[in-house]
Antibody, heavy 122, light 108 residues
Framework: EVQLVESGGGLVQPGGSLRLSCAASGFTFDSYAMTWVRQAPGKGPEWVSSITGSGGRTYFADSVKGRFSISRDNSNNTVYLQMNVLRADDTAVYYC???????????????WGQGTLVTVSS | EIVLTQSPATLSLSPGERATLSCRASQRVDSYLAWYQQKPGQAPRLLIYDASVRATGVPARFSGGGSGTDFTLSISNLEPEDFAVYFCQQRYSWPPLTFGGGTKVEIK
């Protein structure tokens, strides 16, 4: 059974930093691109960032480019989202999600974690 | 960036009725469209991908259709557990991958 467990969320002041982690199990981790998707209260999901299975390619939404970075540790089946210079509009539940298609760029998301809440406020 | 517009924002129906949800793309996305279901406090769940393919374990009462810019998600014979919010997503042109704003299917 696929499991994705996010951690690292919390309350942070504007301009601060957080690192989110997503621990994966139940599938061949390094064969799948992984993605972070966020959802502000009452809004639709927003794609944030993706990383290929090897970690060789990364992609970012314009809203986070230059402030966020994504990485993965395939030996520990974990993907990370480093968030710097946080702003109030980064407040959201952050989900990690697994690709449906193996060995492919980010596409559809067939498994999601439970999400971790990031609140940016003074 | 491809914008996905979902309509209606809210659909009020009774159990047993049929729901038809719309997703319109600002540019063609061919068949690169998916539908997700989200219940309160839960992560989205993939229902339909490639416009019309049901994901594993999704009941046959869910069906997707359309191509190009206009897509529909139909739910025949609504069950109590189907009352939720539904989002569409495209992967035809990215980054960014984009989602629609959602349609809430509520009990009438």
């Amino acid at each position: 059974e696929v499991q994705l467990v996010e951690s690292g969320g919390g309350l942070v002041q504007p301009g601060g930093s957080l690192r989110l982690s997503c621990a994966a199990s139940g599938f061949t981790f390094d064969s799948y691109a992984m993605t972070w998707v966020r959802q502000a209260p009452g809004k639709g999901p927003e794609w944030v960032s993706s990383i290929t299975g090897s970690g060789g390619r990364t992609y970012f939404a314009d809203s986070v480019k230059g402030r966020f970075s994504i990485s993965r540790d395939n030996s520990n089946n974990t993907v990370y989202l480093q968030m710097n210079v946080l702003r109030a509009d980064d407040t959201a539940v952050y989900y990690c999600a697994k690709n449906l298609y193996i060995n492919s760029p980010p596409n559809w998301f067939d498994s999601w974690g439970q999400g971790t809440l990031v609140t940016v406020s003074s | 960036e491809i914008v996905l517009t979902q309509s209606p924002a809210t659909l009020s129906l009774s159990p047993g009725e049929r729901a038809t949800l719309s997703c319109r793309a600002s540019q063609r996305v061919d068949s690169y469209l998916a539908w997700y279901q989200q219940k309160p406090g839960q992560a989205p769940r993939l229902l339909i991908y490639d416009a019309s393919v049901r994901a594993t374990g999704v009941p046959a009462r869910f069906s997707g259709g359309g191509s190009g810019t206009d897509f529909t998600l139909s739910i025949s014979n609504l069950e109590p557990e189907d009352f939720a919010v539904y989002f569409c997503q495209q992967r035809y042109s990215w980054p960014p991958l984009t989602f629609g704003g959602g349609t809430k299917v509520e009990i009438k």
